[in-house]
């Protein structure tokens, strides 16, 4: 319902304000420009987000100081503690960064966002700033007719500075009209009922305006017309702090349970650096104007001083806050739990289905980092398939990884037991790989023929992985007859196919180990040479076997088609292989994952299946 009134409501009183005021028009129109410049401004530098920004990101945030560095820079570049946020949020729901880094950024683009005040405060006032905005928008306007993406973004860029400094002009001669007419000063208010007011101010104009930057050239043009008092200005600067944060609760609606956690983090942050700001208002007031003195501010120059006071709270919230960063995580996490149990959902019928964890509508926005995550959900696609298969041949991955004489797996009697490999199927794969291909589809579009290519790539691999699946459910019920056979050939036989299968899974989990893309290639390349040397149906081996009598035709035709199924098991897998970890990047490697289900509940898999039998 409140949603259904806003928009009225602010019409409503633009208009009432256009009619009493012709100079409230123009304040109304430099914020609309200047508002209009940052979308300008994000456009541009979302097309060089395209594994720029992305990588930098991602390569400049294992530390909490290069998190905050980042967030800091970034944003001071540009202009824009939102796309920061955002991008921060879809990296964190990607699983990209972890939430400690997410933080860290989220602190570093509040302390960034005071840079822009700073430069207005310093240099938007003192000079005709409009005369600067024309070239900008002259040559923004012929870069943005060409074809070239690039050079798109550019212009992108241009016109949303140009318009920056357009708004920022109209601001300033609309309150200075104001003061010729209209004396806003007359509305100051002092005291804690000022300073709450003001806040509120601050906060509700942050909201509507959905840009704290705007909210702060505004108050600071504003200031420098003497249409607002320096206490209230400062009330002001706190409120759009806080408002701030709708953005990034709003970049969360689409995402994740992490990224929600992230625009959680910056909701706390923003709120306690607001409320240490309000309750040590006054000491806060002394420390501006005595660092004033010291790097040389006048004492009557208050839009510097405001521009150092935002710099001044927002430092302190992050020195009171950084400490307690491990605590505020744990919280999070707690406060906000993954009801899904962190990709899965329920069916109809009560059992848990595996979906996809690291796919985000909010990521679609920037190719790369979706691509990216894209291929985390094939990793876990891949975890889950590894660990059916070891099932399929009655193993356990976790005993592939540890064991080194895999023979040995082969006489774990305990472990031959028959699992339903249907219903697997539908809760750990069917779910992942039909979210991995809707998200696929939708980030195919404006991508370029590289990505187009990656894309792909990662779809095909992904249904390898699905195939792979489909040809252990036929092997496993095959091995379930023969592999406790009476005959020692048949016997001996089948557990030489379950050793192919348990060498292969082998081999791809030691394949973790590698960290080059070619070297990766060159391996892969050797373990295909050795899956086509051991197949029974075509290296004379079955044929051996019918020839001497040791083994009867009717099993050696259900040997060849289980052979057969070895095959394109092995095949499949590191073809899948091939295809997910060539495109993986920093911590997105096989070496940091686990490869397996929740133990637990697959041993209750086990011992349901061996009480059935």
């Not at 070239?148 to 309150?175: D, P, R, S, T, W």
């Amino acid at each position: 319902m409140l949603k259904k009134l806003l928009l009225p409501t602010i019409l409503i009183l633009l208009a009432y304000g256009f009619w009493i005021s012709p100079d409230f028009k123009v304040v109304s129109a430099g914020v609309a420009v200047f508002l209009l410049g940052m979308i300008f401004l994000e456009q541009g530098f979302k097309a060089f987000t395209g594994g720029i920004l992305e990588r930098i990101l991602h390569f400049s945030t294992n530390k909490m100081w290069k998190s905050l560095t980042f967030g800091i820079v970034s944003t001071s570049l540009l202009q824009s503690s939102s796309l920061v946020s955002v991008i921060a949020i879809s990296f964190l729901s990607a699983g990209l960064i972890g939430l400690s880094q997410g933080i860290g950024i989220i602190f570093g683009a509040n302390l960034g966002t005071t840079t822009g005040a700073w430069l207005v405060a310093a240099f938007g006032l003192k000079v005709n700033i409009g005369s600067y905005a024309m070239p900008f928008l002259v040559f923004g306007l012929v870069f943005l007719f060409d074809k070239n993406k690039a050079l798109q973004g550019i212009g992108n860029v241009f016109i949303g500075v140009g318009l920056l400094f357009l708004g920022i002009h109209y601001m300033k001669e609309g309150f200075e009209a104001f003061r010729a007419s209209v004396d806003l000063s007359q509305y100051a208010m002092t005291g804690i009922f000022g300073l709450l007011f003001y806040t509120l101010i601050g906060i509700v104009a942050t909201v509507v305006m959905q840009s704290s930057h705007a909210t702060l050239i505004l108050i600071i043009t504003a200031l420098a017309s003497h249409q607002v008092s320096y206490e209230n200005s400062l009330a002001v600067a706190i409120g759009a702090n806080v408002g701030t944060t709708i953005t990034a609760v709003l970049g969360a609606l689409s995402a994740n349970i992490q990224g929600k956690r992230l625009a959680a983090a910056h909701l706390v942050f923003n709120l306690s650096t607001g409320a240490i700001a309000l309750l040590f208002i006054e000491q806060m007031v002394w420390v501006v104007s005595h660092l004033s003195n010291v790097i040389g501010i006048n004492s009557n120059n208050y839009t510097l001083q405001l521009a150092l006071f935002h710099t001044v709270f927002n430092t302190i919230g992050i020195v009171v806050l950084l400490p307690f960063l491990g605590n505020l995580v744990k919280i999070l996490v707690n406060w906000l739990p993954d009801i899904r149990g962190n990709g899965v959902s329920i069916s109809t019928e009560g059992k848990a289905i595996h979906r996809a964890k690291f796919l985000n509508e909010i990521s679609l926005n920037y190719p790369e980092t979706a691509i990216q995550a894209m291929v985390k959900e094939s990793v876990h696609l891949f975890q889950n398939a590894y660990q059916i298969v070891s099932l399929g041949v009655f193993v356990r991955a976790l005993d592939i990884k540890k064991t080194k004489e895999l023979k040995e797996l082969l006489n774990l009697e305990t472990e031959l037991v028959t699992v339903n490999i249907d219903e697997l199927y539908q809760r750990y794969i069917k779910g992942i790989y039909a979210d991995i291909l809707r998200y696929g589809s939708q980030i195919e579009a404006g991508l370029s023929v590289e990505q187009s290519t990656q894309v792909f790539s990662l779809k095909l691999a992904c249904r390898k992985i699905v195939d792979a699946i489909k040809d252990i459910k036929h092997l496993h019920k095959n091995l379930a007859n023969y592999v406790k056979s009476d005959d020692e050939v048949v016997r001996e036989q089948y557990d030489l196919l379950r050793l192919r299968v348990i060498i292969i899974l082998k081999q791809i989990y030691e394949l973790r180990l590698l960290s080059d893309a070619d070297e990766l290639t060159t391996k892969t390349d050797l373990i295909k040479l050795a899956i086509a040397k051991q197949d029974i149906g075509s290296n004379g081996t079955l044929e051996q076997l019918i020839r001497k009598h040791r083994i009867d035709p009717l099993v050696a035709s259900s040997l060849i088609n289980d052979s057969g199924y070895v095959h394109s098991i092995c095949n499949n897998l590191v073809d899948s292989v091939i295809g997910i970890f060539r495109r993986a990047t920093g911590d997105i490697i096989l070496a940091e994952q686990e490869m397996e289900l929740d133990q637990d509940e697959l041993m209750a898999i086990l011992k349901k299946h061996k009480g059935s039998r």
